[in-house]
């Protein structure tokens, strides 16, 4: 049964980032009526890594998110 929300309601978004080897980003999202705690929405996103100086995608994971990584025991 699909759950909807009106003009007025309020949400939760529940985001989860989802683990993964390849460069990229991955987050899942859950929203909840906020009265109701009711679902009435699911979905994803997925965010990757550009060379900033050439808008090029970068194929290995950068310094920066590696270390990110290690600190919070996902690698």
Not at 15 to 35: C, D, G, I, Q, S
């Amino acid at each position: 049964m699909t759950k909807s929300l009106r003009y007025g309601d309020s949400v939760i978004v529940e985001t989860r980032y989802v683990n993964t080897a390849a460069a990229k980003l991955r987050f899942e999202y859950t929203l909840y009526n906020a009265a109701t705690r009711d679902v009435v929405a699911t979905g994803s996103t997925v965010q990757v890594f550009l060379d900033k100086d050439k808008a090029e995608l970068q194929l290995v994971a950068p310094d920066f998110f590696l270390n990110w990584k290690k600190e919070h025991g996902l690698i």
